[in-house]
């Protein structure tokens, strides 16, 4: 297993700026070859443009990525090659959803999506959109926006700082907000929403209530440090 490492931060920055990838370049014919593979058996996959980060530093007490951009069949190769340039990170930001009763909202990836099958908090790589004057990239608004699109949730205007969960070639920028419904509620009203969708990104978002319900299978390692160290701490991420 990759070194992982947790650490809370009040802010999280990032900004966009040029960059070499000598890796991508030296292995375009692999990239594209692997690609045309992941495509021909999910076609509904969209090669678009994203961010990576190559370097991540602290200032003044928060965290600061610096990111590039490439396209997404990059990135899938590279996270599915198990991330073969060490000085590069698949970078991305979610809200944590926290119910009233204590419980984390998650979500279970849909069958035509890359993840398909797979448990984590509702995501995305920045992108394009995300991007404001000066190059600076707003991690925040990218996860409030991946939440609502994949559930319909909008958490309250609290700011309980982040989380920054580094793992293998995975940085993960988690923001937790505590919602003042109960998770059954919570579950409706996301269920109500990937229901109404054409085709949701979501099969569905589930409650974890506590340790046992972290299922190795099929979270990736920085959800289940992640949970792991929030019910550790009383469930008070």
């Given at each position: ?7 809370r931060?009040?802010a999280v920055?990032?900004a966009l700026?040029?960059y ?8 375009r014919a ?6 045309a593979?992941?495509r021909a058996?999910?076609p ?5 443009r ?5 370097a991540?530093a602290?200032?003044?007490g928060a965290?600061?990525?610096a990111?590039?951009e490439?396209d997404y069949a990059t990135?899938?190769?590279f996270?599915d090659f ?7 990170f698949?970078?991305f930001?979610?809200i944590?959803p ?11 990836m ?5 993840n398909a ?7 995305g790589?920045?992108?394009p959109?995300d ?6 990239v ?8 991946e939440?609502?699109e994949?559930t ?6 609290t700011?309980?700082?982040w989380?920054?969960?580094q793992e ?14 109960d998770?059954?509620?919570l579950?409706a009203?996301?269920?109500a929403h990937?229901a109404?969708e054409a085709?949701?990104e ?6 974890v ?11 990736p ?8 160290d929030?019910?550790?701490?009383g469930?008070?991420a």
């Amino acid at each position: 297993m990759a070194p992982v490492t947790l650490r809370r931060t009040r802010a999280v920055t990032a900004a966009l700026g040029p960059y070499e990838w000598a890796w991508a370049r030296e292995n375009r014919a692999r990239i594209e070859a692997h690609w045309a593979r992941r495509r021909a058996a999910r076609p509904a996959m969209f090669n678009g443009r994203v961010m990576l980060a190559h370097a991540l530093a602290e200032r003044n007490g928060a965290c600061h990525a610096a990111l590039f951009e490439t396209d997404y069949a990059t990135l899938t190769a590279f996270r599915d090659f198990g991330f073969p340039d060490p000085g590069i990170f698949n970078v991305f930001a979610a809200i944590v959803p926290r119910s009233a009763d204590g419980a984390y909202l998650l979500g279970r990836m849909n069958g035509h999506t890359a993840n398909a099958g797979q448990i984590y908090f509702a995501c995305g790589t920045p992108d394009p959109e995300d991007v404001r004057e000066g190059g600076r990239v707003d991690l925040g608004a990218s996860a409030l926006r991946e939440l609502h699109e994949e559930t319909g949730l909008v958490p309250p205007e609290t700011d309980r700082g982040w989380t920054v969960v580094q793992e293998g070639g995975h940085l993960a920028f988690l923001r937790p907000m505590h919602f003042a419904e109960d998770a059954d509620t919570l579950l409706a009203r996301a269920r109500a929403h990937l229901a109404a969708e054409a085709v949701p990104e979501l099969a569905d978002v589930v409650a974890v209530r506590g340790p046992d319900d972290i299922d190795p299978a099929s979270m990736p390692v920085y959800a289940q440090v992640f949970l792991r160290d929030a019910f550790a701490a009383g469930g008070d991420a």
